[in-house]
């Protein structure tokens, strides 16, 4: 019964970072949350030096990932014109398109609402769907910083892994 304990120890963090990872590619799950509590199990379970300064540094990167996440894109969509309240009606209509269409009814809710939202303060059809894009290509900006501290966790566990 003691190997079983100490086997889980081994296989868990792993099993936690990958779906992490996999949690930011379909958001159904908080993928970077996840990563880090996947090193967070590991460095309690090795405890030693090198453990503690890995999840320090996983830390770290997480935490600064998580800002960039939303600082990045929210710049880029009020230099393009995009107004805050846009994007909250979009999120709404991303969470009601998910309930409605899993997944895909997200990603529909979200750009239909930028659309929607910017059509009815008469930006008219092109500046609508210029906008539209604009936030569509924030939202990509910020999946991509948080998969790359994902990325980043995901490789000081390995270095952590082949140090100890």
Request: proline residues 4%; aromatic residues 6%.
């Amino acid at each position: 019964m003691e190997r079983l304990g100490q086997d889980a120890w081994v296989v868990l963090p792993p099993l936690l970072i990958a779906l992490g990872i996999v949690g930011i590619v379909v958001p159904v799950l908080p993928g970077l949350l996840l990563v880090v509590a996947g090193l967070g199990v590991w460095a309690l379970a090795t405890q030693s030096v090198v453990g503690w300064v890995v999840l320090v540094l996983g830390l770290l990167v997480a935490g600064t990932g998580a800002v960039l996440q939303y600082l990045v894109p929210g710049r880029r969509m009020r230099e393009r014109g995009v107004a805050t309240s846009t994007i909250v009606v979009a999120v709404l209509l991303a969470v009601v398109g998910f309930f409605l269409v899993p997944v895909i009814g997200a990603v529909v809710g979200f750009v239909g609402g930028i659309w929607l939202v910017e059509t009815g303060r008469g930006s008219g059809r092109q500046e609508s769907w210029a906008r539209t894009r604009h936030a569509v290509l924030a939202i990509l900006q910020g999946w991509g910083i948080e998969m790359a501290a994902a990325l980043v966790v995901a490789g000081l566990y390995v270095v952590g892994v082949l140090l100890s």
